[in-house]
């Protein structure tokens, strides 16, 4: 054991219960955007997959890499698009602008 | 101050943007800027780490490569979740869940492939092996997730003799491997337990029936934040830990309040394939029991002559995207001196949330939407419950049927009002596979066909009457 595990497992049980309470309260209408919102902070992978291909010495792991940043990509950037998107549409008292844009488009 | 630390003060920035965020994310006033915080955050740390010195004092390698990346990766997910349906919302949650977690495996395998030649310490290798577990389970489990919802196969619960058996030892056989691979440092098992963990994600998600499965992307979600955090472990990186820590507790969570919300526990929800089994008392359903259908010229009058009129949505609102007709609809009888509300059960639609997106979308204000509690008062003194596309919800049997696969579900009580209307597509039963008692109510009159045809036609009927 060193020091820097016991630092890192610190981190760990610290935001495990910070993540705990934050999101004590939530009204049931915000479950999705909060999963969706979530889902795109732990899109944060990019960071590790860009060490990870920036540290690369050999084709396994630039292959492997490569496809880590691109689907790390896919996952933040999809992820806060989609969340922005959904929370767009709680704004109770904008001008109706969006209107026809969804229809025509059943089944 | 040098460079690494520099570096380690702006994902300290991150982290408390990532905080901020999901903080605001749970109100409804602050969600929008807890997003925008957020992304903020996550594009001050992806800059940042462009200037990262790998552990052998080289600046980032390949950065060109890293760029290609992130540029296919971009131009592929933008226009997916632009463009896509504001139905398939729920599916497009689940893939960017799945390749976060694949992503966050490869992290862990490449890292292990790296530094394997070093022979690692054994809470190293440990970090590997559980990012590979967790990231890789959260990958396939949220492929078949997305399947059941975008219906390229069946959203009813998938199961087989022994099912639970087999699932069970595909688990331990995770484990044991995880124990070989620690004692031998074996890099050909590695690629076994990729396998194990395929197959494993898999086969945990096959018997969750659809209506269940935002909660299961919830779990998830919550499984790939600890992948990413096992990653950060791994990486000794400080932010991944950070992030990674905060979505797998909060997303634990959120998904057993998703859970609390359909009067369910989570192992109930996993493990019981809710809705595999159409309910004991549908047999007896075979007794010759009819149901009054009416034409939207009769519905209509009866709707334009009510004091209180109570829409409740479900899915198939959303699948008719019927939205904006039903708007017009409350609208017309509004200018008739109808009073209007909505009642949205917690559960309705695919996720908790879906009929609140959809109705905000048509611009329908926030004050007519009443939560559950609220529309159940608001019930005993309607005239009409408008049911439109909904069925489990509004399901007595949840109640006074103890056999039944829903019974203990809050619902709404559509059968309170004085009349209740269902516009339904045909007789099937809902999602959950449970007969509806309430079609054969003699105060109940139905009107197939899709919502949006039949709202239209309700629209007409009450403007004319």
Not at chain 2, 72 to 85: H, L, N, T, Y
Not at chain 2, 117 to 138: C, F, M, Q
Not at chain 2, 424 to 434: C, E, H, L, N, Q
């Amino acid at each position: 054991m060193t020091n820097a595990i016991l630092q890192y497992a610190t981190v760990f049980m610290l935001s495990a219960f910070v993540g705990i309470e934050i999101i004590s309260k939530v009204p049931s209408i915000l479950h999705t955007p909060l999963m969706s919102g979530s889902n795109a902070i732990h899109g944060v992978i990019l960071v590790g997959a860009m060490i990870i291909l920036g540290s690369a010495t050999t084709t396994v792991e630039e292959v492997l890499g490569f496809l880590a940043v691109i689907l790390a990509t896919l996952n933040v950037v999809g992820g806060f698009v989609v969340t922005d998107r959904m929370l767009e549409l709680f704004k109770s008292k904008s001008p109706a602008s969006r209107k026809a844009k969804s229809e025509g488009d059943a089944q | 101050m040098s460079r690494g630390t520099l570096l380690d003060l702006i994902y300290l920035i991150a982290a408390t943007t990532f905080i901020i965020a999901l903080k605001g994310l749970g109100s409804p006033k602050r969600a929008r800027m807890g997003n925008v915080v957020a992304a903020a955050g996550m594009t001050l740390a992806i800059v940042a780490t462009f200037f990262h010195q790998t552990s052998d004092g080289h600046s980032l390698r390949h950065i060109p490569l890293i760029l290609l990346g992130m540029f296919i990766g971009a131009i592929v997910a933008v226009p997916a979740a632009r463009f896509m349906q504001i139905t398939a919302m729920p599916q497009l949650v689940a893939i960017f869940n799945g390749v976060g977690g694949g992503a966050a495996a490869l992290v862990s395998i490449t890292e292990f492939v790296h530094i394997h030649a070093e022979k690692p310490a054994t809470y190293v290798t440990l970090e590997v092996l559980l990012g590979v577990l967790i990231g890789t389970v959260s990958f396939s489990g949220s492929a078949i997730a997305y399947a059941k919802l975008q219906e390229l196969m069946t959203g009813r619960p998938i199961t087989y003799p022994g099912q639970q058996i087999i699932n069970a030892l595909f688990a331990l056989t995770a484990v044991a491997l995880i124990v070989i691979i620690l004692i031998t440092a074996s890099t050909p098992l590695l690629w076994v337990l990729l396998a194990v963990s395929f197959v494993l994600g898999i086969i945990f998600v096959l018997p969750i029936g659809g209506a269940d499965v935002p909660v299961l992307i919830s779990l998830l979600n919550s499984f790939t934040g600890l992948a990413v955090a096992a990653s950060g472990f791994t990486l000794g990186n400080n932010l991944l830990i950070v992030a990674g820590t905060l979505v797998g507790a909060s997303g634990i969570l959120l998904t057993r309040m998703m859970s609390a919300a359909m009067g369910r526990s989570l192992a109930n929800v996993l493990f019981s394939a809710f809705g595999s089994v159409v309910a004991s008392s549908s047999a007896e359903r075979e007794d010759g029991r009819t149901v009054r259908s009416g034409t939207p010229e009769d519905i209509g009058v009866l709707l334009a002559y009510s004091g209180k009129v109570v829409i409740i949505p479900g899915y198939g609102l959303a699948v008719a995207q019927a939205q904006h007709v039903i708007r017009e609809l409350a609208d017309e009888l509004e200018a008739k001196g109808v009073e209007v509300l909505y009642a949205i059960h917690p559960v309705a639609g695919r996720m908790p949330g879906h009929m609140n997106v959809l109705l905000a979308e048509a611009n329908i204000p926030y004050e007519k939407l009443k939560e559950m509690d609220e529309a159940n008062s608001e019930l005993t003194t309607a005239d009409v419950a408008l049911v439109v596309g909904a069925n489990d919800t509004v399901n007595p049997a949840a109640k006074t049927d103890p056999g039944s696969p829903i019974y203990g579900m809050p619902i709404i009580n559509a059968g309170d009002a004085e009349n209740v209307v269902f516009l339904k597509r045909s007789m099937r039963p809902g999602f959950a596979g449970v007969e509806n008692d309430l079609l054969f109510d003699p105060k109940t009159v139905l009107l197939f066909g899709d919502a949006k045809d039949t709202l239209t036609k309700l629209l007409a009927a009450v403007k004319a009457s």
